[in-house]
């Protein structure tokens, strides 16, 4: 497959609002195939399609667990809340503490088509929350605190 560059903040795509897939079509799965390259190339836990520079509703996780592809997700419940360390591939050197919610219900389709949801806590959750918020045109910047460059 493919390793894509990761697009890093000021590029106008970080901050549109992703677009909703339509259709799973092959170049859908390719995308979520490159994406997870990518992912593993640049060692992050997770990726959303806006930060390789496309706008769709797609994010890739694996955050340990095995990896999760995940196409117009959407967090339907959230509960708790946890503040920690986050840092981002598209704010490369910078981390901050931000505040997310501890355990989330996510659905969304998977590679087939089939609507899937996850019930998540703690780092999963975070992960979550991040890639979605790519999404939505936000980045972790946008919401960190003690914003700092990593040592």
């Keep these: 497959m ?29 995308l979520l195939d490159n994406m997870a390259d990518s992912m593993y190339a640049a060692k992050g836990v997770g990726l959303a399609a806006p930060q390789i520079g496309v706008s769709k509703r797609v994010i890739v996780i694996d955050v340990g667990e095995g ?22 591939l598209s704010v490369p050197g910078m981390i901050g503490e931000v505040a997310r919610a501890d355990r989330l219900v996510v ?31 936000i980045v972790f910047v946008d919401r960190a605190s003690n914003l700092r460059k990593v040592e």
Excluded: W
Aim: charged share 30%; with cysteine.
């Design 107 to 137: 659905r969304g389709l998977n590679r087939k088509g089939e609507q899937v949801v996850y019930r998540v806590n703690g780092f999963m959750a975070r992960a979550f929350q991040h890639e979605i918020d790519h999404l939505e045109g």
């Design 67 to 88: 990896l999760v592809e995940l196409i117009n997700p959407e967090i339907l419940e959230a509960s708790g809340q946890v503040v920690d360390t986050e840092g981002c």
């Design 2 to 30: 493919a390793v894509y560059k990761i697009v890093e903040i000021g590029d106008e795509v970080l901050r549109e609002k992703a677009k909703p897939v339509k259709e799973i079509t092959p170049s859908i799965l390719k």
